[in-house]
């Protein structure tokens, strides 16, 4: 993409050309391309398995799948999701964005970045043998394929043949590669930053980083460890979690949760960060309230880590320990309420315009506030007990992730995609996209929520007629959610290929930061000199 | 799905129909009508935070959509650039948490009582049922009347039709019901033989997993009235997670007492006849063990054990045919992989039964006759 404008770096050796450039890139602009490009492989992949699971559940009765393969499809979507779309999407922009932004010439580790990148590539080719197992390869026992869902409690998972086992080895090496990643993002944004960008003068996508990549440093290796523990279980005869040999099924909930609930942190707070600089810039008008947008997000990150049990409420703690939880969970609303203020203290008597990046950052506004209600409602374990594994869950979780993951990384997506390529984006196209998308995937998931309150649990291939009418619903909606992705897609090549109106360094209006004087695309070496903040 | 479209059809008419209250309670826009009164509260904490939540959610949106269509760079809005720097600016981190902590307390001190109520079941005498999750039936002893046992599995489309019941009950029906009497505190001890489960009958209102080598109790405070409750498993357990549904039957006190008094005459009477100590003939227990196989077995190795997917084949199998007895009863009783092992929940007359018929049935023709005292010794 930035090829064409290589000028600027007489001073500097000039991008290498073919294969090399990739395979080798040490450049924070390239590698953060292709993380972009695998993670909207990857939104492609889950996604076409999220439109076979609606596609089962259409109507009543086994039409498409038999129910191990939905069982491993329902598994895989939501791996393929979170750890090969939505993450690697956020440090694709934390790549391309975070130096541009702090006046740094590159990330701080620039062949770490290498491998944090190429790992996932190998992560996806294990996920998708991990897929293939069952039928290709024959261990001599009979394999299932992971048909446990992405929890993968023990013992269900201790009896999946060597399904799990590519499973649990694909785990390790994302594991390896999100740490790598983030031990990049802190070591640049603490020592990389132009002299006078002090801590609180960091835009606020760089302050949602530095949380992010701290949580997972402290989360990764929980996760690697609990499954470590389950690869011995299956094969070095140890009982971590085998009652039968005086081990505990319930220990691997808690580690996978230590994991799981901040992890949720960790897909939703770079949207975050994009949020904040999407709506200032739209609404022509300072961030509001920014010292207490770093401090709830800290506070967000520490209670996040504290909360993990809410997950489990139906595993039989005492009393005291589920009120514990019961109460730490609400007061999450505290922290995420403060954000929701503020954004919506910034478009307050701004002057706002709605190009495609701001109707997702209202958009998130609205929906994830939904989603976040809900979320209190889930935290109230007497209600919670009826809600917990129904469709009811899943309404909720895909209400919190979709908009407050993903649209974030839409909004950026349009947002920057003029920096990236130096074309404007077609507006009209985009406008469509967010029309279409949203309405897609509110018709998918809000019938849900009916479901669940009605009786239907979640991660069942087939149901009771009674169920029908908001299937349906959900499962036309999840195809126009699903379909509308084509569009983007255009959308994103149009402006790769250098169709469009060009775009100006600024690129927005009320647009504000060392990122915007860069030229638009920017060359391949920006602030070899460092700038000078005031 | 013929009968889902059927449905589907006559809820495109009802859109264009004013939506009045009984057409909604039919498509299920809420909890079900609760069981009991624990049931009750719990659903009343659930209108509660979800009319809170709405009522949040309206001023929320209230606001966004003013400043959207006020504060707009078409209408002219100079942007206010001093705004964070007001009273309001200086003051609304101490405001917006105050208030919001606030409703959290409400939430959390209003769920505090009913969460209490629900989580430790009272000291005193009541029926208490061992619900036992299993890959992928449920079974349930009433420890308190003399360990009555009941199995209960999924009846397919043909059972549904053979027994005379609608097929719209598909996924929802069992053979065997859970029968509780009305008006008594029932408390239940979850526990699971192999992965987890999770018993949940949502007119009940509860919920808490089936986990193997832990005991769990939930309890009711007595059923209103007499009815059938609809439930299902809901822990992922597997191939057939969405094959384990859970039917509870409140009866009258009096025929509660009846049935458990059959329950326990029958019961004697298999138990008599497993320890009789007798030698069975290779009819017996075939006729014994296809009645058996096609209960249990059936589900996943299919009635003339042609099985598929993951699960395989028992007709012409080595293991069935030409394998030693020894390893075929060692599968059956102690399970491999996906498959179950049988040990607990068959007696040694079923299990002989059973492997007398895998052995013969379906042209496998070994003539191998098993005897209840040999399962006794591979044991």
């Given amino acids: 993409m930035s090829t064409a404008d290589v000028a600027h770096d007489d001073h500097h050796h000039g991008a290498p050309t073919g294969w090399r450039r990739w395979v080798f890139s040490t450049n924070h602009k390239d590698i953060g391309t292709m993380y972009l490009i695998f993670a909207f492989c990857m939104l492609i992949f889950g996604g076409l398995m999220a439109m076979a699971i609606r596609a089962e559940l259409i109507f009543p009765g086994m039409q498409l799948l038999s129910p191990d393969v939905y069982n491993n499809i329902v598994t895989n979507h939501a791996l393929v999701m979170i750890f090969g779309a939505v993450m690697p999407a956020a440090a694709g922009m934390a790549n391309w964005m975070i130096p541009l932004m702090i006046g740094a010439p590159d990330m701080a580790l620039p062949r770490l970045n290498n491998l944090s990148f190429w790992l996932l590539p190998i992560a996806a080719f294990t996920l998708v043998t991990s897929m293939l197992a069952p039928y290709l390869l024959d261990f001599g026992t009979v394999d299932t394929g992971v048909n446990t869902g992405w929890t993968i409690y023990p013992p269900l998972s201790a009896k999946v043949g060597a399904s799990m086992d590519f499973l649990i080895f694909t785990i390790h090496v994302l594991g390896i590669s999100s740490i790598l990643a983030a031990i990049n993002i802190i070591v640049t944004i603490l020592n990389l930053r132009a002299p006078g960008m002090t801590m609180m003068k960091m835009p606020l996508f760089v302050w949602t980083w530095l949380v992010t990549a701290f949580l997972l440093i402290l989360v990764m290796p929980v996760l690697a460890g609990g499954v470590t523990m389950l690869l011995f279980d299956r094969h070095f005869g140890t009982s971590f979690f085998d009652a039968a040999g005086g081990g505990d099924p319930v220990l691997f909930q808690h580690l996978f949760w230590f994991f799981g609930h901040p992890e949720v942190y960790v897909l939703l707070l770079p949207s975050i960060g994009v949020l904040g600089m999407v709506i200032p810039t739209f609404s022509r008008k300072p961030l509001f309230g920014k010292t207490s947008l770093v401090i709830s997000m800290a506070i967000l990150m520490v209670l996040g880590l504290i909360v993990w049990a809410h997950h489990q409420y139906t595993i039989g703690m005492s009393l005291g320990t589920v009120t514990y939880f019961m109460i730490g969970t609400i007061l999450i609303s505290i922290p995420v309420g403060l954000m929701v203020f503020n954004f919506i203290a910034t478009m307050w008597r701004g002057a706002m315009t709605f190009e495609t990046p701001m109707l997702f950052a209202i958009g998130i506004i609205l929906m994830f506030t939904f989603g976040g209600l809900t979320g209190v409602m889930l935290a109230v374990i007497p209600a919670d007990m009826q809600y917990h594994d129904s469709m009811f869950v899943v309404a909720h979780f895909h209400y919190a992730l979709i908009p407050g993951a993903l649209y974030g990384l839409y909004a950026g997506v349009f947002f920057w995609l003029p920096k990236w390529t130096g074309r404007m984006y077609d507006e009209k196209l985009g406008k469509l996209f967010f029309w279409t998308n949203v309405g897609g995937f509110n018709l998918t998931f809000f019938p849900q929520h009916f479901l669940g309150l009605a009786g239907m649990p979640r991660r069942i291939i087939d149901y009771n007629v009674a169920f029908t009418e908001f299937n349906v619903m959900s499962s036309i909606g999840s195809f126009i959610f699903g379909i509308s992705h084509i569009l983007m897609l255009y959308i994103i090549i149009k402006c790769v290929k250098g169709q469009g109106e060009k775009a100006t360094d600024q690129v927005w209006e009320g647009a504000k930061g060392l990122e915007w004087q860069l030229p638009s695309p920017p060359p391949f070496h920006t602030w070899a000199t460092a700038p000078t903040v005031k | ?379």
């Fill in chain 2, 1 to 379: 799905m013929e009968n889902g479209m059927k449905r589907l059809l006559s809820f495109a008419a009802l859109i264009g129909l004013v939506i009045s209250t009984p057409v909604l309670a039919e498509y299920g826009l809420n909890f079900p009508e609760p069981a009991t009164p624990v049931a009750t509260e719990i659903k009343d904490i659930h209108n509660l935070t979800m009319i809170i939540s709405t009522v949040l959610l309206v001023i929320v949106f209230t606001i966004v959509f003013y400043s959207l269509f006020t504060h707009r760079k078409s209408r002219g809005f100079e942007p206010d650039q001093e705004f964070h720097k007001g009273t309001f600016g200086k003051w609304s981190w101490v405001l917006v948490p105050v208030t919001v902590l606030g409703v959290d307390l409400t939430i959390a001190d209003s769920a505090q009582s009913v969460l209490e109520k629900v989580w430790i079941a009272p000291n005193e005498e009541m029926i208490e049922i061992k619900v036992v999750g299993h890959q992928w039936w449920w079974e349930f002893v009433y420890l308190t009347e003399g360990g009555v046992k009941v199995e209960s599995r999924i009846l397919s489309k043909k059972d549904l039709a053979d027994r005379g019941q609608p097929e719209n009950l598909y996924l929802r029906a069992v053979d065997n019901h859970l029968k509780l009497p009305v008006g008594k505190n029932v408390k239940f001890l979850h526990t699971s033989d192999d992965v987890l489960h999770a018993f949940w009958v949502p007119a009940l209102g509860m919920k808490k997993d089936a986990i193997p080598g832990y005991i769990q109790e939930t309890w009711i405070d007595g059923i209103y009235k007499e009815g059938i409750y609809r439930g299902q498993c809901a822990e992922m357990c597997g191939t057939k997670h969405a094959f384990m549904p859970i039917v509870v039957e409140a009866v009258s006190e009096q025929a509660f007492a009846t049935w458990i008094a059959e329950k326990k005459v029958a019961r004697d009477k298999a138990i008599a006849e497993a320890n009789s100590n007798k030698t069975w003939t290779k009819d017996e227990l075939m006729a014994k063990g296809k009645t058996s196989y096609d209960k249990k077995c059936a589900a996943c190795h299919k009635v003339d054990g042609s099985g598929g997917g993951p699960f395989p084949k028992l007709a012409g199998s080595p293991m069935a045919t030409t394998g030693s007895i020894a390893d075929h009863m060692n599968i059956v009783l102690k399970g491999k992989g996906v498959m179950p092992a049988w040990a607990s929940s068959m007696d040694d007359l079923e299990l002989a039964a059973v492997v007398t018929y895998e052995r013969n049935a379906w042209g496998n023709d070994t003539g191998d006759v098993i005897q209840p005292k040999d399962v006794k010794a591979s044991r």
